[in-house]
Each structure stands twice: as structure tokens, then as C-alpha cells.
């Protein structure tokens, strides 16, 4: 073996101070050879306990043999983020208490000039409060389900009904009324339509491809009534996305700009960095104790529309996992910018 090198202490005494639990562990032969100050604290464990340990005894003893195949496949794949298993199941570390933790392991392999192979590094991170969001996630879409379906049992058959029914007034009886029933029920599907988008787009994103923007924004451009309309986007944006959802984000996007910024407004698409998009316009804006607002279900500062079309964006875009803040752009109008987003190129 060689010596060690003042590099390696240095690295060595910066993995034992990292705030991180970091668990270095011989993959041949299961021993544990260094860990972090963070990771005894993890685990209830000294130091010293956890260099006498196998790396095996951090997780559940009726399970050993499965963690052990789990490790050696992704050692092979190196680097690897181990939350669970091919079935699912969650992976879970076991405390000197015997608390089962749930948790993700970010692991790689990394050289080391005291051992003859590659050792195996990980970082422990307890995952408990993400999958207790998970299963909330999950129990919301499940109510959204049940409301998606009232929606468009309950509310859509008879809606179609008096929509029938006015037209056949229409054809017998001259009245001044039937233009308002109309246009009442035409206000009531659209409500039921973005009430029933608003419930879906809060589940899980489609499959996820390349979406080229320029090509999505021209899908939408025959859809709003984009009148006078300026529109200045970055050519071959792409983004990893559900083509439809991105599709919806755009159109309500649009449709916000040519509402509160007139005929002649001028939106403009692009990349703030590497991973955030901004669509802004030149418009008049949104005030800045208004802004939180915008995103709630039927909030609408003019009075027009379902005030549904932010809050739909926001689900859509928390549903592929990005974050989206509205603030002012240079020219004073609105600017909404996309965080986290897979950017191509």
C-alpha cells in the first residue's frame, strides 16, 4: 500500500467534519473504514462502534442478504442515488435504538491509495418527511380523482342538457333572454372545464420528452386570441416535459398577457439560466400584494376569466417538480419564472 498523502488526510478530515453522514466502506469485504461526525450522530453510534461494524449492520438484519445485491449492483453502476428497491420499497437504515429510518443513499466509488479497489462512499439522508409528503400527494390525487369525476358526471350531462334545451328555444321563440341564457352556459362549461383541468393537472405529469417551446407556443397562438400580439422567443428552446401539460402552461400564460396587457402586448420566452425559464411581458404587472394571490383557485383582478389559469400553471408546474415565482419584468409587466427545469441544448 502507499502512503498516504497530506491530500488524503486533508480529505479524510474534511469528510469527518462534513455536516453530511458519510459512511466509506471496504465493498470486497463490508468493512466500514472511515465516517463522518454527522453519521454518528445519524446512526447512535461512536465512532469507534461504527469502524468495528459491517456496513450490512446500518440497515435491517432480516434483509442483509437483499441490501447486499442491491449495493453490488449499484457499485457497478457508480455514481447511483439508492432510495429503493426494483419492487419499490423503500430502503431503510437501522439506528443503534433500532429505529427504521427510510432513506437515500447517494453513493459512488472512489479511489482510495490505502486500499488495493475502489471503496464505497455514501450519504445518508433520512427521506422520512418526502415520503410522508409522497403518500399526502397521493391521497389528494385520489380526492382530485373522486372531484375530477363529479365534475364530469354531476355538472357535465346536465349541462349539455339546458345547452340543448336553449337551442331549441332559440329555434321556437323570439326573446331577448336566450342570448344571456346562452352565453351564461357557455360561462358555466368553461368554469367546469378548467375546474376539471385544475383537478387533473394536480397528479402526476405523462411521459416526460423533449418539448421544443417555439413549436408549443405556435400550437397555443391558434388557440388565444392573440389579436395584435408580440411574441419574442429564444429559437430551440427545449425542455424536458409532458408536450400536452407545457402546452396548457403556454396557452394560459398567453392567455394572462393578452388580458391584462391589451391587444398590442409583447411577450417574451427565454432562459434565465441553466436551469430557469422566464415568460414575461410588457404589461401594466401585477401588484406586488397581489402576486401570491394570482395562484389561488378563481382569483381574477379584472374580473374576467374563471380565475383558474394561474393556480392550473402552478400544479403543472410543481407536478414535474419546478418552482415558479412571479415578479416584475425590466418593462414593469409580469415576469413568471421556472425553476429547476431540464433545460436542452
Known amino acids: 500500500m502507499s502512503p498516504e498523502t497530506e491530500e488524503d488526510t486533508n480529505l479524510r478530515g474534511l469528510i469527518e467534519s462534513s455536516p453530511d453522514s458519510i459512511v466509506i466502506a471496504n465493498p470486497e469485504t463490508g468493512e466500514i473504514v472511515e465516517v463522518s461526525q454527522a453519521a454518528e450522530t445519524f446512526f447512535g453510534y461512536t465512532q469507534e462502534e461504527l469502524y468495528s461494524m459491517d456496513v450490512l449492520a446500518l440497515h435491517p438484519a432480516d434483509e442483509r442478504d437483499r441490501y447486499e445485491d442491491l449495493f453490488k449492483t449499484h457499485f457497478e453502476r457508480n455514481p447511483a442515488v439508492i432510495s429503493q428497491f426494483d419492487d419499490g420499497s423503500p430502503v431503510f437504515a437501522v439506528t443503534a435504538d433500532g429505529d427504521r429510518i427510510p432513506v437515500e443513499i447517494n453513493a459512488w466509488a472512489m479511489e482510495d491509495v490505502n486500499h488495493d479497489q475502489p471503496l464505497f462512499q455514501g450519504v445518508f439522508r433520512n427521506i422520512s418527511e418526502r415520503l410522508r409528503r409522497q403518500r399526502e400527494l397521493q391521497r389528494q390525487n385520489e380526492q382530485l380523482d373522486e372531484f375530477a369525476s363529479v365534475i364530469s358526471h354531476d355538472l357535465r350531462n346536465p349541462l349539455n342538457v339546458a345547452q340543448g334545451r336553449t337551442a331549441l328555444l332559440d329555434r321556437e321563440y323570439e326573446s331577448e333572454h336566450i342570448e344571456s341564457l346562452r352565453t351564461a352556459l357557455s360561462r358555466m362549461e368553461e368554469i367546469v372545464e378548467d375546474t376539471l383541468a385544475l383537478a387533473r393537472n394536480g ?140 433545460i436542452q441544448r
Open 203 to 342: 397528479q402526476r405529469v405523462g411521459e416526460m420528452e423533449p418539448v421544443n417551446l417555439v413549436s408549443a407556443i405556435g400550437k397555443c397562438w391558434e388557440t388565444v386570441d392573440t389579436s395584435a400580439t408580440t411574441l419574442e422567443i429564444e429559437d430551440d428552446l427545449r425542455i424536458r416535459a409532458d408536450p400536452d401539460r407545457i402546452q396548457h402552461v403556454c396557452e394560459n400564460l398567453l392567455r394572462n398577457a393578452v388580458e391584462h396587457g391589451g391587444d398590442d402586448v409583447t411577450v417574451r420566452i427565454g432562459q434565465a439560466d441553466e436551469q430557469t425559464l422566464y415568460f414575461e411581458d410588457d404589461g401594466p404587472g401585477i401588484p406586488e400584494d397581489e402576486r401570491d394571490a394570482v395562484f389561488e383557485p378563481g382569483y381574477s383582478s379584472t374580473g374576467g376569466g374563471t380565475g383558474f389559469g394561474l393556480a392550473i400553471v402552478q400544479r403543472i408546474a410543481e407536478a414535474h417538480g419546478w418552482g415558479v415565482t412571479l415578479t416584475n419584468s425590466e418593462s414593469g409587466g409580469a415576469r413568471f419564472e421556472f425553476t429547476d427545469v431540464e
